[in-house]
């Protein structure tokens, strides 16, 4: 693994909520939801980091602020040991050379009027990097890479007339075809159907090989994340609580909220050991965040001290970090 490529610290995003009609005749401060409310991490080169945790726990905001698709609130984010926190303009359209989106739903990202051939060849021209034939025969080039074969036929249908897995070809090939470095895929397999999941992840690795990428993968599903990562950072409400290898966070989870997440993956086996069951339930926007350790209201661990204080993310043991006062005690 190589150098270290991006790095946050302390990002921060709090989106303004709207005043109801009572707050402004009270005149009341407004409020924010605390999205992402303090993290801080970094990735090396060649690294697959996945951000894990339920919904509603600050992931995709995370990518789109990294994405550069947001400014955030308050922190730093550094590409390449380059400051990218404020770019704009021209510094900001050649860091989109270098860093490319994988989404969710490549329907809603796909302009319906466009070939599928024009559709990835946009970023080839816009980009500067090649036009006319040559342009054409990178894309058909990609096309069959991706497994969209014969390449000819492809480049002239609509996305309509794709199925899920095919499109989601189609978007990884329009990130693919101006060979970035990083990529953030976000919850790039949710959509699609089971059987094919590990094909198209096993399409992002060929990539990765091919063109020495670095992923920062974003996914609520633990199965995809223990397949593909080599690090896994889990959030909730806004923070980091733990961050591990993936072999470390399946195999010696340490925060009470990892143990939950990892006891709550269905397992064939019925008898398996009881289950770290959690108290209560996520609530529906980090906006009035529990004092002290925010996860203490569901913790079957908390202290008075979690209640009041909050716990850092720090280094338990080599390269296993933990926000959590029980791991003091450990
Ligand atoms: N543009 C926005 N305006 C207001 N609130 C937002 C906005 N975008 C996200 N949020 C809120 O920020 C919080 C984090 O959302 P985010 O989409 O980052 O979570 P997530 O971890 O990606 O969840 P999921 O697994 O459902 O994709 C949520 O409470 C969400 O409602
Ligand atoms: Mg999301």
Redesign the pocket.
Known sequence: MGEEILRVENLK?Y???EKSFVEKILSRQRRY?R??DGISFSIRRGEIFT?A????????????LILRL?DPTDGKIFFDDKDITNLKGEALRELRRKMQPIFQDPYSSLNPRMKVGEAIKHPVEIHGIAGGEEARSLVLEILEKVGLTPPEKFYELYPKDLSGGQRQRVAIARAMIIKPEFIVA??AVSMIDVSLKAAILELMLSFRKELDLTYLF?T?ELAVAKYISDRIGV?YL?KIVEIAPTSKIFENPIHPYTKALIAAIPVPNPRRKKKFILKGEVP???IDIPSGCRFHPRCPLATDKCRRNEPELEEIENNHYIACWLSEEN
Do not use: Q, Y
């Open positions: 995003k989106f303004p909520l939801v999205a992402v951000l945790g339920e919904t509603g726990s600050g992931k995709t905001t995370v990518g789109r947001i976000d919850e974003i609520h959030m806004g529906v926007a980090p």
